[in-house]
């Protein structure tokens, strides 16, 4: 690693109403299920748990649930989305191709038909009941019906069910932090980048990006363990991340995923090491739109594959697409037949291993202070609303008052209304949300200078 992040904390003035402070976790009032799958052997179930503890002031009564999907691997997603009912501490567990069948379940699992149709719940939570839908693949979001106040809480599982042969994997659905301002004059708290699944506000490394020029392979890439391809087939599930508005809520973008090992005996990155610590070379990039399957067998040429039979390890990669590099990425480790062995011990049945591949935190953003010789990532945290943004809460006026400058305002259009004011002409999305800090290190420099912060161990 090449900075530290846990043991600092930087503490901004009262009068700017923020702090900084190690990892917690994110309240969000929206959550991405980066893969489900629906088809006639495979099916998945989101649980979706409605925390909300400002139910009734800031908060609609329904809960929004958008699908992002494609019917083959190729190619950008479609859109389609419902509101449904909610309550306080409600958790509803459905599954979005609706196997069982049964239209009366409303897609829903384990509650009573009754419950189900006394108008708690009043319409289908199984977009893709219709078989003519099947195959299908795509990503999900949930929201608080585009309405984002302190102390809304959404949060998801992934359960799939792999029901032919009766394997099941799943995830937890990511739940990223958030970026708030505050103005004093008239008590209004704002959301700044609602719908934001990028890498700057992931939590616990949900979000792999690109590395960059001159950026050491170890602090973006993540090692994976690769089984012998005749007897495990391992696959990665790939969803390109937006950096830019309307961030995630697209079905076009694109990024590339691959396998790289670094030799330090070898002027270039090879694709993988053998059992027997040799590295082999031919590399195969795979480019996602939306979301994909990606074989790791397919990440590598067949000369190549045919040197490593019995597998061996290397790193997953992002890289940049057409619009984007960040991903998120999952993988997924099963057997092509339901009876198999692990090379000397026999398996009586199906199996899948799956899991969210997580690096580093926050790592496409710069490390743009220093304490006692370590480069630091401030992380900002105010009681009851965010306890681990990568941006400060602002206190507009007193910002203001000390002559630094505030972002630019955003404007997200939803499928209801505009969320913010225009931003000024002068600037830009893009300025506001690839600036690694509101203020440059110069201004917080000043700041500290005059009293207004303080840095503490």
Not at 120 to 140: E, M, N, Q
Not at 187 to 209: A, I, K
Not at 423 to 435: C, F, G, R, V, W
């Amino acid at each position: 690693m090449k900075f530290k992040a846990t043991k600092i904390a930087v503490a901004v003035a009262a009068g700017l109403g923020v702090s900084a402070a190690g990892m917690n976790a994110a309240q969000s009032a929206e959550v991405l299920f980066p893969y489900f799958i629906s088809s006639t052997t495979v099916t998945t179930l989101f649980s979706v748990i409605n925390n909300d503890d400002s139910f009734g002031t800031t908060t609609a009564e329904r809960l929004h649930y958008r699908y992002y999907h494609k019917f083959t691997d190729a190619g950008a997603c479609q859109e389609v989305d419902y509101r449904e009912k909610t309550s306080p501490n409600d958790i509803v567990t459905f599954d979005v191709g609706a196997a069982g069948g049964d239209p009366a379940t409303l897609g829903v699992f384990f509650e009573p038909v009754s419950e189900r149709l006394n108008a708690k719940y009043d319409r289908d939570f199984a977009p893709f009941r219709d078989p003519s839908l099947k195959p299908v693949i795509g990503f999900a979001v949930v929201d608080n019906n585009d309405v984002f106040g302190p102390g809304v809480d959404i949060q998801g599982e992934a359960f799939i069910v792999e029901f032919a042969t009766g394997s099941v994997w799943g995830y937890k659905a990511y739940s990223p932090s958030e970026i708030w301002s505050y103005n004093p004059a008239n008590g209004v708290v704002t959301l700044q980048n609602p719908y934001d699944f990028s890498d700057r506000v992931e939590t616990t490394g949900e979000v792999m990006v690109q590395r960059p020029t001159g950026g050491d392979p170890k602090d973006y890439w993540v090692p994976i363990a690769i089984m012998p391809f005749s007897q495990v087939t391992t696959r990665l599930f790939v969803t390109p991340i937006g950096v830019n508005t309307p961030f995630q809520l697209r079905g076009d973008l694109n990024a590339r995923v691959g396998l790289r090992v670094n030799d330090p005996g070898n002027a270039v990155f090879d694709v993988m090491y053998d059992r027997d610590e040799n590295p082999v070379s031919g590399q195969v990039d795979a480019s996602v739109t939306c979301v994909g399957r990606v074989e790791v067998a397919n990440l590598m040429t067949t000369a190549a594959k045919n040197r490593v039979p019995n597998g061996g390890w290397s790193n997953v990669a992002v890289g940049s697409g057409s619009n984007t590099d960040q991903a998120t990425v999952l993988k997924l480790e099963f057997n092509p037949s339901s009876a198999a062995t692990l090379d000397d011990l026999p398996i009586g049945g199906s199996f899948n291993n799956g899991f969210w591949v997580r690096k580093g935190i926050r790592e496409s953003l710069a490390r743009s202070l220093s304490f006692g010789g370590w480069n630091i990532l401030p992380l900002y945290q105010i009681p009851g609303i965010e306890l681990s943004s990568p941006y400060a809460v602002f206190n507009e006026a007193s910002v203001a008052a000390a002559g630094l400058p505030l972002p630019p305002v955003q404007t997200i259009a939803s499928s209801s209304s505009v969320l913010s004011a225009v931003e000024p002409a002068t600037s830009s999305l893009s300025d506001y949300y690839n600036t690694t800090l509101y203020a440059s290190t110069a201004d917080v420099a000043a700041a500290i200078s005059a009293g207004k912060t303080s840095i503490k161990q």
